[in-house]
């Protein structure tokens, strides 16, 4: 899989301000900012996005997933 594939899997399940994907094709890093994470603990967070990959978490398509993931207001102040 391709960063851009992963990308358009996420930002199709949530509507991302903001969503950088760094990784070798099967381990990956992300960066997703997104006012669907508002009021939402990490968990739920992460959650969320492993939600849009589905089967592919447990196919191995995608074998690792780190990600940092922000509400517009957090990303803001973090990038302040």
Known sequence: MTADQLQ????AGI???H???EGDGRHWYATIVSSAFEGKRLIQR?????ATLGSR???????????????????????A
């Open 15 to 17: 509507a991302c301000d």
């Open 8 to 11: 358009a899997l996420i930002t």
């Open 57 to 79: 978490m447990h196919t191995d398509e995608v074998h690792a997933l780190s990600m940092k993931t922000y509400t517009p207001a957090e990303w803001a102040a973090q990038s």
């Open 46 to 50: 992460h959650q969320q996005v492993y």
């Open 19 to 21: 969503c950088a994907l």
